[in-house]
Nanobody
Framework: QVQLVESGGGLVQAGESLRLSCAAS????????MGWYRQAPGKQRGLVAAITRGGSTNYADSVKGRFTISRDNVKNTVYLQMNSLKPEDTAVYYCNAKLFAPGRGYEDYWGQGTQVTVSS
């Protein structure tokens, strides 16, 4: 059973930093793109940052210059370093990974979500 396990959320004050981690575990054949999404109350889930297996990155405009996504392909882990946090960053953050399944190709997997709360 493949699963994504997230860690690192919490409550911080505006201007502080947090680092999220997400590790894929189980019977893993190959991991393609990985990323972080977030969902605030009353809003749709949206992309925060994504990274390809080769290391190319993509960020939402609202986090450019403040957040950094990275990954460890040996550990099948993706990270999100969040600096200069703002109250509007408050949301549940979800890890996403495209994992290869024999006979089915790449499929989307999601973590359970981790709460990030930024107080003003």
């Amino acid at each position: 059973q493949v699963q994504l396990v997230e860690s690192g959320g919490g409550l911080v004050q505006a201007g502080e930093s947090l680092r999220l981690s997400c590790a894929a575990s189980g019977r893993i054949f190959s991991v393609n793109d990985m990323g972080w999404y977030r969902q605030a109350p009353g809003k749709q889930r949206g992309l925060v940052a994504a990274i390809t297996r080769g290391g190319s990155t993509n960020y939402a405009d609202s986090v450019k210059g403040r957040f950094t996504i990275s990954r460890d392909n040996v550990k099948n882990t993706v990270y999100l370093q969040m600096n200069s946090l703002k109250p509007e960053d408050t949301a549940v953050y979800y890890c996403n990974a495209k994992l290869f399944a024999p006979g089915r190709g790449y499929e989307d997997y999601w973590g359970q979500g981790t709460q990030v709360t930024v107080s003003s």
